[in-house]
């Protein structure tokens, strides 16, 4: 185990009691437990108050713009397989302005981590409501409350073979240490959903909310990850009951290996020789 | 006299158009001739009416021209639209099978299936493979080769096929020996190296991949497609990674993620897909990734004319984004160019760490031009990276007197690589101190003084000396040149002066170029003038005159001498 100190980033600027505090923690502890070493991690983020993740880490970093961070990440993958590669990012981020991206991202199955950051709000630009906020919600764009009911991505994850779906709750580090390394170990693309409260501008979904609804996937006596209908009935479920735990696996080849072009290495630094009297015979 | 011969085929997309007009004009190359080919097609899979033009000569060729000297139509529309196109003496050779009417006292050889190719199943493909042998035994030039050709690109479809074509196109050569041959090639000698015929998207992608192209996305669209095809043909091949993303969204930032990573990365679109990828221009500009994007030009706005021509997104291309921030624009005007150009382009966005833009458009990317080997010098375009160790400490933004940090890719050291989208700080991480959005803002912009310093790519025609002076960029330099000669060969004395590389805008060269000038034709396709406003707002100096054509078709000599006259 390398020591989690080996993570610690810049000062936050993150709201005092905010669920991206002991989401960090947890991520350096799962980090640590599988000796990830920062030079070979990047993480990539967008816009929202969760893509501030990697600032507050020490790694490699490409923080870029509203949405686009898988296909950044997947970018990163092609080029160099070599890297461990961790997406972070918020619900009105991945679902709201790259949802095209996340369709995309469960069909190719590149070979990263997702992780959404779920608070159900829109944070940084001051309490919009989010894709995920639920039927009702009242905010300054929806005085009369939000008129549709939420998206459920987890749902969508598993009826598009995404090859691994588990969500967790910032509420409860433990568990959210071990998600985040099951994660990380998956072969494929890893999509965890973190129920993270937003304790500034949501007062409805609150880590009380939260806690008295999430229960340990693990613990049904019908737990069948591997069996697609079971799971996409239990990734259905939210209001009452909401699980966390591992809800999907799905082996399936990566993007990386359809590539032979990769099989010789990574592309990064890569200079190929090539024989411009070939290129050009083609022509005459 | 030179030579200089127009066959224009035409047909419905579907009827071969485009599979016979490659093996012809090669054919021609082979036999020594120079060809220009040029593509005319609407945006549809099947009817509507599609042409190519080849212009064939026994001197070098600037580009294509008006008017038609042997048609050949594989429908009845064809002929309607094309006959009086016809020049005297011309001759038509049409599908019989689809022509019913051919106007009285036009020489004309129908073509059909009884004749060429008696008792078989052939179909239509024998009328256009007996049409293709026609046209070489008007012009004297033997048919095996073509022949073989034709056999080979169906020898997919069977030997039976492959044979029929073979025989089609000698019967055609032999039925055309009963027509009168105004125009012989049969003096011509086949050059000693073979030439090159190449469509200036072909020559970008060969250019692309001797600068050491790694990796490319893209989605679909018309012009810039002919590019992405031409990669893909080739990327298993010389080890490329291609990937077709969801968007032209994700095609940049993917790109923009191959690279920061340490690929050779690319990618490219055409109008509204440009529009898309805008925000992240200032992406790889702010995270001072390099990277190369193709712009293929089409008329707008919205979605326009796909499949037609113009220079409408110079202004566009030169200021999309948010707030300032550096940049190459580039813009070839020949296959050779291309080819210099995508090698140029993707050494300044190593050097400078900043997105270089290629400009082309649907002309420059399908018409095909013959090029000699020598017109293709290699080049190495290593890479720029800072790899000695840095004990861990690194700052990937450290301000610098040339606004250019030190660069170094994840995964190959301890020094981390942080890159952010927001202002930051030299580690990279974001900021609000604004005296250090300042030092940052200055320091990339910074990139551009020495960067200026590179742009020389100005061709100049015609006589020095000469008042009369047309200015153009990108894909007009052909068009515009021929003009000079023509006007030259009628006694008036006129220049041109070419811009292959508009920004940084090279104002001294450009000044010194255009001394003595006392008429400045700016020519160029686009209705507004985007060169002409682009040369007052760096050099002061003002355009006298315009030649502009947005119709959606490229310009020829004989558009620009008409749009002259009254003017020289």
Redesign the interface.
């Known amino acids: 185990m390398l020591p989690p100190e080996l993570y610690a980033g810049?000062e936050s600027a993150w709201c005092p009691g905010c669920g991206n505090f002991p989401m960090l923690k947890a991520f350096k502890q799962a980090l640590a437990e599988l000796e990830i070493r920062?030079?070979?991690l990047?993480l990539?983020s967008a816009i929202g108050q969760s893509s501030?993740f990697?600032?507050y880490l020490?790694?490699?970093?490409?923080?870029?713009?509203h949405g686009?961070a898988?296909?950044?990440?997947?970018?990163?993958r092609?080029?160099?397989p070599?890297?461990k590669v961790v997406v972070t990012v918020g619900d009105g981020d991945q679902y709201g302005e790259g949802g095209?991206?996340l369709?995309?991202a469960f069909r190719r199955n590149p070979d990263l981590t997702l992780v959404v950051h779920n608070n159900q709000i829109y944070a940084l630009t001051k309490g919009q409501a989010s894709p995920t906020s639920d039927q009702g919600t009242k905010d300054l764009l929806h005085p009369q409350g939000v008129p549709y009911p939420p998206l459920h991505p987890l749902a969508l994850a598993v009826a598009q073979d995404c090859s691994w779906v588990g969500r967790s709750f910032a509420g409860m580090p433990q568990h959210l240490t071990e998600m985040y390394k099951k994660a990380l170990t998956h072969k494929g693309l890893a999509f965890l959903e973190v129920l993270q409260p937003c304790v500034t501008f949501n007062k409805v979904n609150t880590y009380e909310w939260y806690r008295k609804r999430v229960y340990e996937v693990e613990t049904r006596p019908d737990y069948a990850p591997e069996d697609e209908l079971w799971a996409y009935r239990v990734a259905k479920e939210w209001g009452e009951q909401i699980p966390i735990g591992v809800i999907f696996r799905k082996p399936r080849p990566i993007l990386e290996e359809s590539?032979?072009?990769?099989a010789?290495g990574?592309?990064?630094?890569?200079?190929?020789e090539?024989p411009?009297?070939e290129?050009?015979a083609e022509?005459? | 006299m030179p030579i200089d011969l127009n066959i224009l085929i035409g047909g419905a997309a579907g009827q071969g158009v485009h599979s016979i007009t490659t093996p012809l004009a090669r054919s021609l190359v082979r036999a020594g001739a120079r060809v220009v080919v040029v593509q005319d097609y609407q945006s549809r899979i099947r009817g509507g009416h599609i042409f190519n033009v080849l212009r064939v000569s026994d001197v070098p060729l600037a580009g294509p021209r008006e008017g038609v000297d042997l048609l050949v139509a594989l429908n009845q529309e064809t002929v309607a639209l094309h006959l009086p196109e016809l020049a005297p003496g011309g001759l038509l050779i049409y599908d019989a099978e689809q022509v019913q009417e051919v106007p009285p006292g036009v020489p004309a050889l129908g073509l059909s299936l009884e004749e060429l190719l008696p008792g078989t199943q052939a179909g239509e493909i024998a009328v256009n493979a007996g049409a293709s042998g026609a046209v070489l035994g008007l012009l004297e030039l033997p048919v095996a080769g073509l022949a073989e050709m034709l056999a080979e690109s169906f020898a997919a479809k069977g030997e039976e096929v492959a044979g029929w074509n073979r025989q089609a196109a000698t019967r055609g050569w032999e039925l055309a020996q009963k027509f009168p041959h105004a125009v012989s090639l049969a003096g011509l000698t086949p050059p000693p190296t073979p030439w090159l015929l190449m469509s200036g998207h072909e020559a970008v992608a060969v250019g692309a991949l001797m600068a050491g192209l790694t990796f490319i996305s893209g989605y679909p669209m018309t012009p810039w497609t002919s590019l992405f095809n031409a990669v893909a043909q080739r990327a298993l091949k010389y080890g490329v990674v291609l990937e077709q993303a969801e968007d032209e969204i994700c095609a940049i930032n993917m790109a923009i993620g191959a690279s920061y990573a340490g690929a050779r990365a690319m990618t490219g679109t055409s109008g509204g897909g440009f529009c898309l990828m805008t925000e992240a221009v200032g992406l790889a500009a702010m995270t001072e990734t390099p990277l190369v994007v193709v712009v293929a030009q089409r008329p707008g706005p919205s979605t326009g004319l796909p499949t037609r021509t113009s220079q409408g997104d110079l202004q566009f291309v030169l200021w999309a984004g948010q707030d300032d921030s550096p940049r190459a624009v580039l813009a070839p005007g020949s296959p050779a160019q291309g080819y210099a150009v995508a090698l140029k382009a993707f050494d300044l966005a190593e050097r400078y760490q900043i997105p270089v833009f290629i400009l082309t458009d649907q002309y420059f990317a399908d018409s095909q031009h013959t090029c000699r080997v020598e017109d293709f010098p290699a080049r190495r375009i290593p890479f720029a990276l800072e790899t000695e160790p840095a004990g861990g400490v690194y700052e990937r933004y450290a301000l610098t007197e040339s606004g250019i940090s030190p660069r170094r890719l994840p995964g190959f050291g301890p020094e981390l690589v942080v890159a952010d989208s927001d202002e930051h700080t030299p580690d990279g991480h974001l900021t609000e101190d604004l005296r250090v959005r300042v030092q940052m803002h200055e320091k990339r912009l910074r990139k551009l003084t020495a960067l200026a310093g590179e742009m020389r790519g100005l061709t100049t025609a015609g006589d020095p000396e000469a008042p009369v002076v047309l200015l153009c960029w990108g894909s007009s330099r052909g068009p515009v040149s021929e003009a000079v000669s023509r006007l030259a060969a009628q006694g008036v004395a006129a220049r041109m002066v070419h811009l292959s590389e508009l920004w940084p805008f090279p104002r001294e060269p450009v000044l010194s170029a255009l001394e003595g000038a006392k008429k400045l034709v700016v020519v160029e396709q686009n209705a507004s003038g985007q060169l002409m406003r682009l040369l007052r707002q760096e050099t002061g100096l003002v355009g006298t005159q315009a030649v502009r054509r947005y119709d959606g078709r490229p310009f020829t000599p004989e558009y620009i001498l008409r749009g002259l006259s009254g003017v020289v």
């Open positions: 810049i920062p030079q070979d990047v990539v501030k990697p600032h020490k790694c490699n970093t490409f923080n870029g713009i686009r898988l296909p950044v990440a997947t970018g990163i092609l080029a160099n070599t890297l095209n991206h369709l995309a590539f032979p072009q990769l010789a990574p592309l990064a630094g890569r200079l190929p090539r411009l009297a290129l050009l022509f005459s």
